[in-house]
């Protein structure tokens, strides 16, 4: 297998340069940013009780505020995940009786519960009297702009966009592909806001959704903007009278941002930004890999390996569940830790299906760090993530492939 993924990196070299590109921009970018608020030593001291004037707290949501061009951010390490951040955003915009639009399609299995989707589960949404519609992509993979506007009724709050494809065969969004919309609601529309689902994205492009029109971007610190340092938390950036909104759901009516401290060191997540253009482009690099290879063995793979990128996530279509499970089983022995474990499909708590998870990752459930997950269903697709550093991606292909091999699966 090492012969086919050398031709498959032959292959992969155009876009590598690319992705070197985008990586020393965001690296300026973010270096500025750090240099622009003088950070020092003493913003990675830790604090507790209140949290009252915590300048390492403060600091990091100005950066990133910067960082996205928007007003304000909450960054904080007390946001559990992705879906955590999420649900924290829509419970601060929505208020009974109004309507959240999914514009981009279905959303991702874990928040299906938090919508309520699906019955009506406590605490949901639904429960608290929030409608929910969602309007399909067009054919061609992009935001129907004319279906969302016929969607729009007065009700209609907050209007969410998805960036990446989760548990989908659609193609993930580019930044700007939200500006159309941006710029329909906010002419049309401007009792609605736009949301982004930004988990899997950032970093990948030279700019962010927000600088595109996107009102709040929403994001996970164990993905793309913690480098794989970050031991947990997440993001939110936008407007300030939104992002004040979302603060009374992160704390309290009347509290808001002003509170929230961290007895451990503010360190990993100032670093972890430092590093993750460079880390996010080691991600990338390992998905155009996995994308080479699998064309090569005559695999669909989504994106194909010269497409341009959004996010950090390969889509496989394996085909088989033998496949599916061998190829998830061989990125987990390829892991530094945890190698030792095999992964078996299991009724994951938030999934409508049972899932496969490969994740032997040095911070628990790090999508930047290598992994490899995917809902037990037809077309049975693999969806490939992260890579700290592209050596290891290439190394965990070879051996993954090769398990697969002696499995009979290929």
């Given at each position: 297998?090492?012969q086919?993924?050398?031709?498959a990196?032959?292959r992969?070299?155009?876009?590598f340069e690319?992705?070197d590109e985008i990586a020393?921009?965001?690296?300026?970018?973010?270096?500025?940013?750090l240099?622009n608020y003088?950070?020092?030593?003493?913003?990675?001291?830790p604090?507790?009780g209140?949290?009252?004037?915590?300048?390492?707290?403060?600091?990091l949501?100005?950066?990133?505020?910067?960082?996205f061009e928007?007003?304000?951010?909450i960054?904080?390490?007390q946001?559990?995940?992705?879906?955590?951040?999420?649900s924290?955003?829509?419970?601060?915009?929505?208020?009974p009786?109004?309507?959240?639009?999914?514009?981009?399609?279905a959303?991702?299995?874990t928040l299906e519960?938090?919508?309520?989707?699906?019955g009506?589960?406590?605490?949901?949404?639904?429960?608290?009297?929030?409608?929910?519609?969602?309007?399909?992509?067009?054919s061609e993979?992009?935001?129907?702009?004319?279906?969302?506007?016929a969607?729009?009724k007065?009700?209609?709050?907050?209007?969410?966009v998805?960036r990446?494809?989760?548990?989908?065969s659609r193609?993930?969004l580019?930044?700007?592909?939200?500006?159309?919309?941006a710029d329909?609601?906010?002419?049309?529309?401007?009792?609605?806001?736009?949301?982004?689902?930004?988990?899997?994205?950032e970093f990948?492009?030279?700019?962010?959704?927000?600088?595109?029109?996107a009102?709040?971007?929403?994001?996970?610190?164990?993905?793309?903007?913690?480098?794989?340092l970050?031991p947990t938390?997440?993001?939110?950036?936008g407007r300030?009278d939104?992002?004040?909104?979302?603060s009374?759901?992160?704390?309290?009516?009347g509290?808001?941002?002003?509170?929230?401290?961290y007895?451990g060191?503010y360190?990993?997540?100032?670093?972890?930004?430092?590093?993750?253009?460079?880390v996010v482009?080691?991600?990338?690099?390992?998905?155009?890999?996995?994308?080479?290879?699998?064309?090569?063995?005559?695999?669909k793979?989504?994106p194909a390996?010269?497409?341009?990128?959004?996010?950090?996530?390969?889509?496989?279509?394996l085909?088989t569940?033998e496949?599916?499970i061998a190829?998830?089983?061989?990125?987990?022995?390829?892991?530094?830790?945890?190698?030792?474990?095999l992964?078996?499909?299991?009724?994951m708590p938030?999934?409508?299906?049972?899932?496969?998870?490969?994740?032997?990752t040095?911070v628990?459930?790090?999508?930047?760090?290598?992994?490899?997950?995917?809902?037990?269903?037809?077309?049975?697709?693999?969806?490939?993530?992260?890579?700290?550093?592209y050596?290891?991606?290439?190394?965990?292909l070879i051996?993954?492939?090769?398990?697969?091999r002696?499995?009979g699966?290929l």
């Open positions: 297998m090492k086919l993924i050398q031709q990196e032959k992969c070299q155009p876009m690319k992705i020393l921009y965001n690296t300026e970018k973010v270096l500025n940013a240099q003088g950070v020092a030593a003493r913003h990675f001291a604090t507790t209140y949290g009252y004037d915590d300048i390492g707290r403060d600091t949501e100005k950066i990133f505020a910067d960082l928007a007003d304000a951010a960054v904080r390490p946001i559990a995940s992705g879906t955590h951040a999420l924290m955003c829509l419970f601060g915009l929505l208020c009786g109004d309507e959240l639009m999914y514009a981009s399609g959303p991702y299995d519960d938090v919508i309520g989707v699906r009506c589960p406590p605490g949901s949404l639904k429960e608290m009297g929030v409608s929910y519609c969602e309007v399909p992509m067009s993979g992009k935001l129907d702009i004319e279906a969302i506007r969607a729009m007065p009700n209609t709050r907050v209007v969410a998805q990446s494809r989760g548990y989908s193609p993930s580019m930044p700007e592909d939200v500006k159309p919309l329909m609601l906010h002419a049309e529309f401007p009792n609605a806001c736009l949301m982004v689902d930004n988990c899997y994205g990948v492009c030279e700019k962010e959704p927000t600088q595109f029109g009102d709040v971007c929403v994001g996970s610190l164990i993905k793309n903007p913690g480098g794989g970050a938390g997440g993001y939110l950036v300030e939104l992002i004040e909104r979302i009374y759901r992160l704390t309290a009516p509290i808001g941002r002003e509170v929230g401290s007895a060191s360190q990993p997540f100032y670093q972890g930004l430092f590093m993750a253009p460079h482009a080691q991600a990338i690099k390992t998905a155009v890999l996995a994308a080479s290879a699998c064309e090569l063995l005559g695999m793979s989504t390996s010269d497409a341009r990128r959004t996010d950090i996530i390969q889509a496989l279509e085909g569940p496949r599916l190829f998830c089983q061989g990125i987990q022995m390829a892991s530094p830790i945890d190698s030792m474990a992964p078996e499909p299991w009724d938030g999934y409508q299906h049972q899932v496969i998870m490969a994740a032997g040095f628990s459930g790090a999508s930047i760090e290598l992994s490899a997950d995917a809902p037990m269903r037809e077309p049975y697709l693999a969806f490939l993530q992260g890579g700290l550093t050596s290891h991606g290439k190394l965990a051996r993954t492939l090769e398990y697969m002696k499995k699966c």
